[in-house]
């Protein structure tokens, strides 16, 4: 623990010692030395670092330039020759899995600090998200009872740490910034975190050797099945599984797909389980549902408690995460009173906020709704509590992932829209004009209207103004973001929040 600094040598006997180890060229005088710095950011080097060469995007130049700024050795899966041949005086120590040994040196580097917090980690085809949210208000609460600083969180929305409170890119980050962020808590006094665990952080090993003080799974459905992400749905739903193999206490969902696979898994690796449901009988049983108008009250019942409890959030869905985060919070002894309080409290930016014209004859709803579950979810919530009104959508997908969800999200918006405006959505590398060619194929297929204006500005503004009166239009994917990934880059934007209460 502490701050104590570890040896090249010391990194070598660790990647050894874990079996990723493949080489290396370390001269004998430099066995002792410190490393006193690791990155993968050529940008971001100083003296005394060890250099990570990693990604799909890896280039040798900024190898070379990381060299030039002062460090002293890297680490790769490849020896890199930087020219016609060799250079014997640049060490390097080569491994057979550059992420695993990612996790191990992040694991060291920071010595292991990760054990000074308790850890919550919620994975799940959706609502990973909101309940993490619902965690941080449960937690804050008590924390504030307790006059203790507020909890950490990691989320696909926003990365807060007390040192970096920020919109996030990733939904898990790699494994050096993740320990990164679990130093910075420690360091300022935190002793909660509450983070999204991706399939793809658990298949690519950012969150290995660390342990979950709760691990919750929600849900699993069919998405990221791609050339980059999993090549199937059994390799996704493993993926997902493997949290198991890293939390103290299981909290699983009954109610999801796979349920008796997936608890079957959660017994065999976790030390205990707890279940929740809101159809059968479980540790936890949510009943006595009620959908106000702004707000939902439920019934949980226990070994040891049975009790209501509300959320200002309508929609079953998160009633089921809103009963995910009272398990993970009862096995964490978090009282009652604090558990009721922080959810009836607890917002989530960009999920289902919804916002009215002055007229009140056009709602406008900005949800981070992205693949075929959390789509199918919203629609279904839409056409309960706006039976017979228009709805429009405005939607696109990523590039490079997912693919799947261009044939699911297009069907689904054609099934359940009466109009759908295909924009930009991260496209990233691939062509925005080709995805949203995809995706409004779909939509057409069954008759529903559809164009695409891929400006994503100017994509609401349409929707918003064209609406009929007595309608509704849905905004997803993106809900407070301010950036668009537009090839390796991402460019600020106004959020879709901004956008509509701009043009509305």
């Known amino acids: 623990m502490g701050n104590r600094i570890h040896t090249i040598e010391e990194y070598i006997s660790v990647f050894r010692d874990n079996e990723v180890l493949a080489d290396f060229n370390i001269p004998e005088e430099y066995m002792a030395k410190n490393v006193g710095y690791i990155s993968y950011n050529s940008m971001d080097v100083k003296p005394g670092t060890l250099f990570v060469c990693k990604g799909s995007h890896f280039k040798e130049e900024y190898l070379a330039a990381a060299l030039k700024a002062g460090a002293f050795a890297y680490i790769s899966e490849k020896e890199y020759l930087l020219g016609s041949g060799r250079p014997e005086n640049i060490p390097f120590i080569r491994v057979t899995d550059i992420r695993k040994a990612m996790a191990y040196m992040a694991n060291l580097y920071y010595n292991e600090v990760w054990k000074e917090l308790c850890l919550i980690g919620i994975t799940g085809t959706k609502g990973k998200s909101t309940t993490t949210y619902f965690m941080r208000y449960i937690l804050d609460d008590y924390l504030k009872s307790q006059k203790k600083a507020r909890s950490a969180i990691i989320s696909g929305i926003e990365t807060y740490d007390v040192v970096i409170n920020e919109e996030s890119h990733l939904t898990t980050p790699e494994a050096l910034e993740l320990h990164r962020h679990f130093n910075n808590a420690v360091r300022k006094g935190i002793e909660y975190l509450s983070m999204e665990v991706s399939s793809q952080a658990l298949k690519y090993d950012r ?298």
């Open 207 to 504: 969150t290995l050797g660390v342990r979950f003080d709760a691990g919750c799974f929600l849900n699993i459905g069919h998405d990221h099945i791609s050339a980059v992400e999993h090549t199937d749905f059994e390799d996704y739903l493993e993926a997902k599984l493997v949290l198991f193999k890293q939390c103290n206490v299981a909290v699983v969902n009954k109610d999801t797909e796979f349920a008796e696979r997936i608890l079957g898994s959660a017994r065999e690796n976790a030390p205990k389980v707890i279940t929740f449901s809101v159809k059968e009988p479980a540790d936890l049983y949510g009943y006595d549902i009620v959908m106000g108008e702004r707000e939902t009250t439920f019934k949980v019942r226990s070994d040891s408690f049975d009790r209501e409890f509300t959320i200002g959030m309508k929609g079953l869905f998160n009633v089921e995460n809103a009963l995910a985060a009272i398990s993970i919070s009862y096995s964490l002894n978090i009282p009652l009173e604090n558990i009721a309080r922080g959810l009836r409290h607890a917002e989530v930016p960009g999920r289902m906020e919804i916002f009215e014209n002055k007229d009140k004859d056009i709602t406008v709803i900005v949800d981070y709704a992205h693949n075929q579950m959390s789509f199918q979810s919203l629609f279904t919530s839409c056409l309960k509590e706006f039976p017979g009104k228009p709805i429009t959508i405005v939607f696109g997908c990523p590039g490079k992932k997912a693919v799947s969800r261009r044939k699911e999200l297009g069907d689904i918006a054609g099934k359940y829209a009466d109009y759908v405006i295909i924009t930009e959505e991260d496209a990233g590398e691939e062509s925005v004009e080709k995805i949203s060619q995809e995706i409004a194929s779909h939509v057409t297929a069954g008759g529903t209207a559809c164009e695409i204006i891929i400006d994503r500005e100017k994509a609401i503004e349409k929707a918003i103004q064209s609406a009929p009166e007595h309608s509704v239009v849905l905004i997803t994917g993106k809900g407070r973001e301010t950036r668009q990934k537009r090839g390796l880059d991402y460019i600020p934007t106004p959020s879709d929040v901004d956008i509509v209460k701009r043009f509305l």
